[in-house]
């Protein structure tokens, strides 16, 4: 079969929240974009993940003109309540650092960026296989696949962006000589439930006991999202919904003012706890954002707020890459009978080619930010949750640092400050 053969400035493997974020914004700097992905839209809308964005993440969705609705159905939330052995906290975030966090699910965050970018004529494969990426050390990194009708397609760019999420394919490109894979698993997961019940309490509970940790999030005004600390191992069908409620209520304490609202139970899911890092995040001609560079555990409610970090490091660095180029081509140009070095439309040259420094300070800026986050991440989940092999000094350890954080207007700080993405 023949393949079809096109050029732009930057393809995307992966349009979930990073890839479409950043296809947006390179748009706005008249730099064009295709993305590719292998779930269909109808799926990606229809997965359950993330629930919290910090105030920049909504800041993003609204510049990047996707529509209002994070604003007026998304709910903010000023604060929110730890819980350690039925005793409940509340952490103000307003009034200890002047920031809320939303709650807005992130498969509306990707409704809202998937309408806009096709509303705006940006060109998107769903449901494609097959992807292959090559000649990133090259001027000239090309993105192979067959799409839905099964046509083979090739897309020559000047730069390839991995968002391709935790499983990344474009990530295993950079060499192992110098790639560093940072990588910790925990010996314990969430067991996650949506139900049909109306909210619990007005704001999250983060909630830990001797028998471990529970979550109470939220999602509309008739569905909630909860989760509870278990084993990695654990079948969710060995569960039934009166043992998963009586275990949720039991974490929160059976005899104390917070009493759940239950009811039908329509999806169950365990979520293993990994944290990873890549570094470097760029490589020659690629990039990486998003879960693709790095994973944390979910207690932080950071993952989708670190892709959007990047998308918010990644898009300038990229523009000046492109001017850079640009200004080398026009002076190619103007030189007798040369060929511009690469840019769209422009024939791009195999040899081989240093990650350009734009690319490489992203990297570096994006990185310490990933590891603040990381930090917060781990240490509010060993905060949070039993240890496997916890005993009674282990436990009461952990409600003395809960205690530290909770009984001090600067503890109370440092949490609410991590929490709401560090005002950055
Ligand atoms: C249960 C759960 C709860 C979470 N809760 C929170 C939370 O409260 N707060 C928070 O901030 N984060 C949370 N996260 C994390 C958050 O969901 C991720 O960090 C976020 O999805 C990252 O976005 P992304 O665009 O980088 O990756 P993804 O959303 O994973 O998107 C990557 C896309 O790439 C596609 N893809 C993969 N391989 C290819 C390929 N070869 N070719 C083309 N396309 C490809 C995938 O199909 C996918 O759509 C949670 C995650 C889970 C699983």
Redesign the pocket.
């Known amino acids: 079969m023949t393949e079809h053969e096109t050029r732009v400035d930057v393809g995307i ?9 950043t296809a947006l914004l390179l748009k706005r700097r008249g730099i064009t974009a295709v993305v ?4 269909t839209q109808e ?2 809308r229809h997965t ?7 105030a920049p ?1 909504v800041n993003m969705l609204v510049e990047a003109e996707v529509g209002s609705r994070v604003l007026t159905d998304g709910h903010e939330h000023e604060g929110t309540v730890l819980s350690f052995d039925g005793i409940q906290r509340r952490i103000d975030f307003q009034a200890l650092v002047g920031r809320s966090v939303w709650l807005y699910p ?1 498969n509306e965050v ?1 409704h809202d960026l998937a309408t806009a970018w096709q509303r705006e004529g940006g060109e998107i494969h769903w449901a ?1 296989t097959e ?1 292959a990426v090559e000649g990133i050390d090259t001027a000239a990194p090309r993105i192979r ?1 067959t799409d839905a009708q099964g046509q083979r397609r090739s897309i020559e760019a000047d730069l390839i962006v991995g ?8 990530r295993k490109l950079i060499p192992e000589d110098v790639r560093t894979d940072h990588f910790i698993s925990y010996p314990f997961a ?1 067991f ?1 439930i949506l139900c049909e019940a109306p909210p619990t309490a007005p704001e999250l509970i983060y909630a830990n006991s001797e028998i471990g940790f529970a979550l109470i ?1 939220q999602r509309n005004e008739s569905v909630q999202r909860m ?1 509870f600390q278990c084993d990695p191992d654990t079948d969710p069908e060995d569960w039934t919904e009166e043992a998963i409620f009586d275990h949720i209520q039991q974490v929160l304490g059976v005899e104390g003012e917070i009493q759940l609202k239950r009811g039908p139970i329509i999806e169950k ?1 365990v ?1 293993p706890f990994r944290s990873y890092v890549c570094d470097p995040l760029s490589h020659g001609r690629l990039v990486l ?5 790095h ?2 555990p ?1 207690t ?8 959007f970090a ?1 998308v918010r490091a990644l898009v300038p660095r990229v523009e000046e890459f492109f001017t850079g180029l640009r200004a080398q081509a026009v002076t190619q140009a103007d030189g007798v009978g040369q060929e511009p070095a690469s840019i769209s439309g422009a024939q791009g040259s195999s040899a081989a080619v240093e990650t350009p420094e734009p690319l490489r300070r992203y990297s570096r800026t994006a990185l310490d930010r990933v590891w603040k986050a990381q930090n917060f991440s781990y240490w509010a989940t060993n905060l949070l949750h039993r240890q496997p092999e916890e005993n009674p000094f282990t436990h009461k350890r952990r409600r003395g640092e809960f205690d530290a954080i909770t009984d001090s207007v600067h503890g109370q700080a440092y949490f609410a400050d991590s929490y709401t993405g560090w005002g950055d």
Request: proline letters at 3%; one cysteine or more.
């Open positions: 493997v992966g349009g979930g929240p990073a890839g479409l974020m590719i992905e292998t779930r799926q990606i359950q993940r993330a629930g919290i964005l910090e993440t992130q990707f494609v992807t696949f968002t391709d999420g935790s499983r990344s394919m474009c969430w996650g999030s989760y899911t979520l954002a998003g879960d693709a560079g994973t944390v979910p932080g409610a950071k993952g989708l707020n670190l892709a990047d």
